[in-house]
């Protein structure tokens, strides 16, 4: 117990391009609501929509 | 008496039954313990329950403390605000006397929709500018401190009955209990954060399958915080239903369906919700299943049961399996990544169990905290 890692939920946005269907991974932001459109995708034209909003344990 | 003689040998020999120093040493703990276990056995069970309750009472501080700075630095709010958190932190629900069961449900279901319009009243008191969804946040927020604070009450009240009576029977139940009290404080402490920021949680699965249905759809409100949307699937009408987001509500699943059921002849319901995970179960698996999947304290269950028994409608249910924390915490990825399978089988399932010119209400059950339509 005293050497075990502190486990930390850190949360990632997962964008989507509904115009080339690439998908991107980043950290979530304060304003990041799920089904909105986010950035400008980097592969085309599109402008991505929030996927999906989910965390991950990490060990600290 | 000469002490330098002394045959240590013969005075600890353990072959002979008539040793009395050995007699001693064996008589004693016995004696010890037939009058005095019940006592030793509180002692260590005692430890054990008072570094729980001091956790208890860390997580319920830190739940206030965590609600206070959040309307300190996010709304516009009165100078005393904090003592009327506090007051509303011990509030207390009497449910209905249960004696006489005839009608029980719509006395449930009063007293808890007096309550939940009550602290919303009175949040708008503390900031009167408040919007919707920043009041959905504060209201769940108070509810998660409220609950964290009655958790520490009465797990102290038993503890402390338990060692005024010195009475070990007495702390035995809650010993048992304990772990899983312990279990859904720490899953509600760690649901603060998600709240806060608006993230979905686990329960959200339901609202995410359904409000990504609704994308694109006319969307009008129902019955209160409850959005509809009618859409069409295969030659069917589909009545998609969920709790209207991104704020943290439930809303009242089942007085929008009983008013869809008044307006139009439904063939089919369908509830997408979270369930509970049996211990050894595959977390974030799918599962199928008949009869209403809704979870709370029974009332929207039983509205919905008797709106489909009057109907003669079937109910269908599709369930993601998580435990108690997944369910109230940051959506795991697991969960998320179940979203378009589980809209897939709702999708199979509506094409399985009915025919072409059927209607259908498609309901996606639980908190819709993050989760827009």
């Known amino acids: 117990m005293i050497f075990s890692k502190k486990k930390i939920t850190i949360a990632y946005t997962v964008e989507k391009c509904p115009k080339c269907e690439m998908l991107r991974k980043r950290k979530f932001l304060q304003d990041d609501v799920l089904f909105s459109n986010s950035t400008k995708c980097s592969s085309c034209d599109g402008i991505t929509v929030i996927e999906k909003i989910f965390g991950e344990l990490m060990e600290q | ?14 072959n002979d039954d008539s040793n009395p120093l050995m007699m001693i040493v064996w008589i004693l703990p016995i004696i010890l ?105 504060v209201q769940t927020l108070l509810e998660i401190a409220s609950s964290l604070q009655m958790i520490y009450k009465i797990v102290n009240h038993m503890f402390l009955t338990a060692k005024k009576q010195n009475n070990y029977p007495l702390i035995l139940p809650l010993q048992m209990i304990l772990p899983f009290i312990m279990e859904q404080a720490d899953a509600m402490r760690e649901a603060i954060p998600a709240f806060k920021n608006n993230q979905p949680v686990g329960d959200g699965i339901g609202p995410m399958v359904v409000g990504k249905m609704m994308l694109d759809h006319k969307k009008e409100i129902i019955s ?130 009915t025919a072409q010119g059927q209607s259908i209400v498609v309901i996606g059950v639980g908190n819709t905290v993050g989760v827009p339509q």
């Open chain 2, 33 to 137: 313990f037939v009058f005095y276990g019940q006592q030793i056995q509180l002692f260590v069970t005692s430890r054990e329950i008072k570094k729980a309750i001091k956790k208890l009472d860390s997580f319920r501080d830190e739940s206030r403390k965590e609600l206070v700075i959040y309307i300190e630095q996010n709304l516009k709010h009165e100078n005393n605000f904090t003592k009327k958190i506090d007051r509303f932190l011990d509030y207390f629900t009497i449910m209905p006397v249960d004696m006489d069961p005839n009608g029980i449900v719509d006395k449930v279901q009063h007293t808890v929709r007096a309550r939940e319009d009550y602290t919303r009243e009175h949040i708008k008191t503390l900031s009167p500018q408040i919007n919707d969804i920043e009041l959905a946040k």
């Open chain 2, 1 to 14: 008496m000469n002490f330098t003689n002394i045959d240590f040998d013969q005075l600890f020999a353990m």
């Open chain 2, 224 to 353: 209160f915080q409850t959005a509809l949307a009618k859409t069409d699937f295969e030659g069917r009408i589909l009545y998609l239903l969920k709790a209207e987001g991104p704020g943290s509500t439930v809303g009242r699943p089942a007085d929008a369906l009983g008013k869809i059921t008044s307006e139009n002849k439904i063939d089919a319901i369908i509830m997408i919700d979270a369930a509970l995970k049996m211990e050894g179960e595959d977390s974030a698996s799918i599962a199928q299943g008949f009869g209403a999947a809704i979870g709370g304290i029974g009332t929207e269950r039983f509205q919905i049961e008797d709106v489909a028994t009057k109907n003669k409608i079937p109910i269908f249910s599709i369930v993601v399996k998580q435990s108690v924390k997944e369910a109230i915490t940051l959506m795991t990825k697991e969960i998320a990544d179940k979203a378009d399978e589980t809209r897939l089988q709702v999708y199979e399932m509506i094409k399985e169990n």
